[in-house]
T-cell receptor, first 114, second 113 residues
């Protein structure tokens, strides 16, 4: 069965600093990988996705992520964090079959200091 | 284009009662999935519907059920509520089956007393 690990439960960064959120997955075949963001009391918004091709993917709000098959990782990065980026971030993996169920990591809560 | 709409947004029930939550997908989307989000278990897949048929089901007891209508709107029902059913229930839609992104609603927050 597939699984996703987000080792950092909580991260605090200063506004303007760079950010990297870690995500490791376990899946036997080629995974479909996603990063979602959730603000308090809200649903999930897709930041970016990887299906195939270029391993560096660009998303919304200035986020990017790099798929590294050898490390089973899909880390999320942003060069300069804004206060509005404070939220919870979820990495998710899906299967390359007709089934749509996503397996989510436990999330990383990002706090941004002024 | 309107997003995924879930109703009600908040509700409070007591143990033993049952609850029905509704989800209207994005226009043109035919697949609807449901997820439960709790602080302890995180985001867990409940089930997925496509063309009025349940295509996939997560590891939840039979008290959790759902259905999809011909207009792709979906409902989920939880019977005999337990305290542990308190959660944010998220609905997500997508154009069809197969790989692709999910578009989530804002959720229905259920509190069981």
């Amino acid at each position: 069965a597939q699984s996703v690990t987000q080792p950092d439960i909580h991260i605090t960064v200063s506004e303007g600093a760079s950010l990297e959120l870690r995500c490791n997955y376990s899946y036997g075949a080629t995974p479909y990988l996603f990063w979602y963001v959730q603000s308090p009391g809200q649903g999930l918004q897709l930041l970016l996705k990887y299906f195939s091709g270029d391993t560096l993917v660009q998303g919304i709000k200035g986020f990017e992520a790099e798929f590294k098959r050898s490390q089973s990782s899909f880390n999320l990065r942003k060069p300069s964090v804004h206060w509005s980026d404070a939220a919870e971030y979820f990495c998710a993996v899906g299967m390359d079959t007709g089934r749509r169920a996503l397996t989510f990591g436990s999330g990383t809560r990002l706090q941004v200091q002024p | 284009k309107a997003g995924v709409t879930q109703t009600p947004r908040y509700l409070i029930k007591t143990r033993g009662q049952q609850v029905t939550l509704s989800c209207s997908p994005i226009s043109g989307h035919r697949s609807v999935s449901w997820y439960q989000q709790t602080p302890g278990q995180g985001l867990q897949f409940l089930f997925e519907y496509f063309s009025e048929t349940q295509r996939n089901k997560g590891n939840f007891p039979g008290r959790f059920s759902g259905r999809q209508f011909s207009n792709s709107r979906s409902e989920m029902n939880v019977s005999t509520l337990e305290l542990g059913d308190s959660a944010l229930y998220l609905c997500a839609s997508s154009p069809d089956l197969g790989a692709g992104e999910l578009f989530f609603g804002e959720g229905s927050r259920l509190t069981v007393l």
